[in-house]
Nanobody, 118 residues
Framework: QVQLVESGGGLAQPGGSLTLSCAAAGDTLCISAMSWYRQAPGKERELVAITADGDSTFYTDSVKGRFTISRDNVKNTVALRMNSLKPEDTAVYYC????????????WGPGTQVTVSS
């Protein structure tokens, strides 16, 4: 089993910045990708950014150029630097770690609230 612990959420003003962090602990050998999802009230959970082995990354269109995902493979951590925040970025952000397509290697953190408001 793998445990994910997120930190760094909170309140930011429009145009501000926040950095989310996620640490994985436990049997992490199966993990090849780490990612961030978010879920706003009344909406489905969506992929925000993902980084996989080989340092490949993907961002959803709405955050390209504003968010940066980074991973420390030694420490099994992943961070999401969020700049130029907008009110529509308000959501619960979830860390995910696992191997794409695997049902047994797919782990979620409890989520951290990000609120963007003046």
């Amino acid at each position: 089993q793998v445990q994910l612990v997120e930190s760094g959420g909170g309140l930011a003003q429009p145009g501000g910045s926040l950095t989310l962090s996620c640490a994985a602990a436990g049997d992490t050998l199966c993990i090849s990708a780490m990612s961030w999802y978010r879920q706003a009230p009344g909406k489905e959970r969506e992929l925000v950014a993902i980084t996989a082995d080989g340092d490949s990354t993907f961002y959803t269109d709405s955050v390209k150029g504003r968010f940066t995902i980074s991973r420390d493979n030694v420490k099994n951590t992943v961070a999401l630097r969020m700049n130029s925040l907008k009110p529509e970025d308000t959501a619960v952000y979830y860390c995910n770690a696992g191997h794409p397509g695997s049902t047994f290697c797919n782990f979620w953190g409890p989520g951290t609230q990000v609120t963007v408001s003046s």
